[in-house]
């Protein structure tokens, strides 16, 4: 070598400072959402019943998400406006009409056959000694309405736990989805 200069493997690759900069606002304004959800979603499934959660939280997540991707969107899409003001255009950059911010429906299901079988197991048990044993039969009898009660309670609470569960998962996904797709637009405009 006789001292010439080490050029960078892909210059392209490298952004100026205000681009890295609009980078990392753009994670952390994802770092936040995420943060955000998964510390208000826990609380405000326990003040619900199941067959809300069931009926509404998928679209509920899908609207939020949509809407908070939007306005992120919007905000990237002004930066790299006004710094294409600032900068001389080295090329005309490909406009963004909307991420992919698909958000899918979260599934929710916790199985209760156990405990239904159990009830009506109890039940079963309950009236067929009922006969040999009236004492015997009416206590599984009287039984049965206390089990299932106590597992409609315990399906809610697993079915919360799901929920928070499988939402948070798909809100991490669409995250990723969407600062990946913010990227790549930010790279685009710095070509």
């Known amino acids: 070598m006789t001292g010439d200069a080490v050029v960078p493997a892909n210059p392209a690759r490298e952004l100026p400072p205000a681009l890295r900069a609009l980078k990392a606002k753009v994670a952390i304004d ?6 955000e959800v998964g510390w208000r979603l826990p609380a405000a499934l326990e003040s619900v019943s199941a067959s809300e959660i ?3 939280l998928g679209p509920f997540l899908e ?8 306005r992120e969107n919007q905000e990237v899409q002004q930066a790299l406006a006004e710094l294409a003001q600032r900068e001389p255009p080295a090329s005309n950059a490909e406009a963004l009409t909307g991420p992919d911010s698909q958000l899918m429906r979260p599934s929710f299901e916790v199985s209760t056959f156990a405990l239904d079988a159990s009830v009506v197991a109890a039940l079963a048990l309950g009236v067929g000694t009922l006969f040999a044993n009236a004492a015997v039969g009416g206590l599984f009898l009287l039984a049965a309405p206390t089990l299932a009660a106590f597992g409609r309670e315990r399906s809610d609470r697993a079915l919360r736990a799901r929920a928070a569960e499988s939402a948070l ?3 991490d996904e669409a995250v990723a989805r969407l600062g990946t797709e913010l990227n790549r637009v930010i790279e685009d405009f710095a070509r």
């Open 30 to 35: 994802l770092a936040d959402f995420r943060r």
């Open 54 to 56: 069931r009926q509404h």
């Open 169 to 171: 998962k798909a809100i």
């Open 63 to 70: 609207q939020t998400f949509r809407a908070w991707a939007e």
